[in-house]
T-cell receptor, first 113, second 115 residues
């Protein structure tokens, strides 16, 4: 069965610093990968997704993610974080033939001045 | 703006008292999903509708039911809420069911409290 691991439960970053959130998946076939962000008390918003092609994917709000097949990873990055980026970030995986989106357990991002 | 709307945003119910949560969408999407998200956990898919076809997850308790009277609306019914059902309930939609690869658009959620 497919699974997603986000090894960092909570990350604290200074405003203006760079950010990398880790995501690893487990499945035999090529996955379809997503990053969602959830602000407190809100629903999930799609940041970016990878289906095929260029392994470096650009998303909204200045985020990008890189698919590395050899490492089964899809890490999310941002060169300079803003206080408004404080939220919960979820990595998710799906694959063709299964309509189910499987989420990781999330990484809570705290921004300090 | 086209949106996914959930009502109410906050719902308080008593142990064992049936409750219904509502979701509506203006995206005209074929697929509607219901997720349960407990505190500090990942969203967990309960079931989804592809048009009128209902698809239940194997581990979704019988206590949870759903109705989709038309394309725009979908309801989540909890027949006898227990304390363990307190959670955020998220509704999502997607245009089509392409193996889960179609982008899902989420509503803001309904936070359910069970007293």
């Amino acid at each position: 069965a497919q699974s997603v691991t986000q090894p960092d439960i909570h990350i604290t970053v200074s405003e203006g610093a760079s950010l990398e959130l880790r995501c690893n998946y487990s499945y035999g076939a090529t996955p379809y990968l997503f990053w969602y962000v959830q602000s407190p008390g809100q629903g999930l918003q799609l940041l970016l997704k990878y289906f095929s092609g260029d392994t470096l994917v650009q998303g909204i709000k200045g985020f990008e993610a890189e698919f590395k097949r050899s490492q089964s990873s899809f890490n999310l990055r941002k060169p300079s974080v803003h206080w408004s980026d404080a939220a919960e970030y979820f990595c998710a995986v799906a694959f063709f033939g299964n309509e189910k989106l499987t989420f990781g357990t999330g990484t809570r991002l705290t921004i300090i001045p | 703006d086209a949106m996914v709307i959930q009502n109410p945003r906050y719902q308080v119910t008593q142990f064992g008292k049936p409750v219904t949560l509502s979701c509506s969408q203006t995206l005209n999407h074929n697929v509607m999903y219901w997720y349960q998200q407990k505190s500090s956990q990942a969203p967990k898919l309960l079931f989804h509708y592809y048009d009128k076809d209902f698809n239940n997850e194997a581990d979704t308790p019988d206590n949870f039911q759903s109705r989709r009277p038309n394309t725009s609306f979908c309801f989540l019914d909890i027949r006898s809420p227990g304390l363990g059902d307190a959670a955020m309930y998220l509704c999502a939609t997607s245009r089509d069911q392409q193996g889960g690869t179609d982008t899902q658009y989420f509503g803001p959620g309904t936070r359910l409290t069970v007293l």
